[in-house]
């Protein structure tokens, strides 16, 4: 049996790896030792971003004056890639949607399945097996208890709760909305690196902490696709408006158009908190559509027959 297994299992090179690994270390390496120290001179886009931070965008963190300012068509580059990535895996992860008219390539596709699979289903038995695997599930999540205190004591089986123990339910709830308001704190205040995209990452965390506390149930009404895919719309289209703008009043894409508040206020950055806000709302809704779409998964795109 070893000796099969020897034959047919793919031969591993620990060295390549060894050496590769050693190559990237070395690089970091190297890396590391020829940082800037404290008393080298400012590159270009550092200095531009320290000398324009204050003055024209009022705001005392830099490094964001460089993502919405100085380098904001960038940033709403990468915003964008990221929705880009979130409907790719929307469309790869959906579910297979009833066909009206004629379509070629579904009409071939179905044949070479049935030529390929010898002896396989029909497709009326195919969908009665389909609409009875869908109705044990339902079954199943009915019968399920909502959390581990319905059941009884001593049960000898794995959990079948929807939601985690009373302990993790309330440290859940207590950490959730510690959580939210640290977000929203990063985007508000525009005074660390990022804001918008940390923040939408959080609001990922904390909806993710309510879904493993709670169960799928009891957020299923607030990550409905809906709800959510209309709302990083709307985030979306005030990233856009907020860049096209600053091209329409000030003659330049991410352009300053707002009036400035006073250093250290929430509105100081003008136009670079409005796009950090969109960010908020645009990152954390597409990262929520793309990790429940994969969640609710159930399906192979090949079919049962193939």
Request: net charge negative; proline share 6%.
């Amino acid at each position: 049996m070893t000796d099969e297994l020897a034959d047919t299992e793919p031969r591993h090179r620990p060295g390549l790896g060894w050496a590769l690994a050693a190559a990237v270390g070395a690089l970091f390496a190297i890396g590391l030792v020829n940082l800037p120290r404290e008393a080298a001179p400012l590159s270009a886009v550092a200095h531009q971003a320290l000398t324009v931070a204050q003055p024209h965008w009022h705001t005392t963190e830099p490094v964001n004056e460089v993502v919405y300012g100085t380098r904001g068509f960038d940033t709403f580059g990468e915003t964008f890639l990221l929705l880009a990535a979130v409907v790719s895996v929307v469309v790869l992860a959906r579910r297979r949607e009833p066909r009206y008219g004629y379509i070629g390539e579904e009409v071939e596709g179905s044949r070479e399945r049935r030529g390929v699979a010898q002896g396989s289903r029909s497709d009326s038995g195919e969908r009665a097996a389909r609409a009875a695997e869908g109705g044990e599930q339902e079954t199943y999540d009915a019968a399920r208890p909502d959390t581990p205190d319905h059941e009884p004591l001593g049960v000898v089986r794995h959990e079948t709760a929807h939601a985690m123990t009373v302990v993790t339910r309330n440290a859940a709830k207590t950490a959730a909305p510690i959580l939210a308001v640290a977000g929203i704190y990063l985007c508000a205040w525009g005074y660390t690196p990022g804001g918008g995209f940390p923040a939408g990452a959080v609001l990922l965390g904390v909806v993710l902490l309510l879904y493993a506390g709670f169960g799928y149930p009891a957020i299923s009404r607030a990550v409905r696709p809906g709800v959510v895919e209309v709302i990083e719309l709307a985030g979306a289209v005030l990233i856009i408006a907020a860049e096209v703008l600053g091209l329409v009043f000030k003659g330049a894409v991410s352009e300053n158009w707002l009036p400035l508040a006073p250093l250290q206020t929430i509105r100081a950055g003008g136009v670079a908190q409005v796009f950090s806000a969109s960010e908020l709302i645009e990152v954390g809704t597409g990262l929520i559509i793309a990790v429940f779409t994969i969640l609710g998964m159930r399906h192979d795109w090949a079919g049962d027959d193939a």
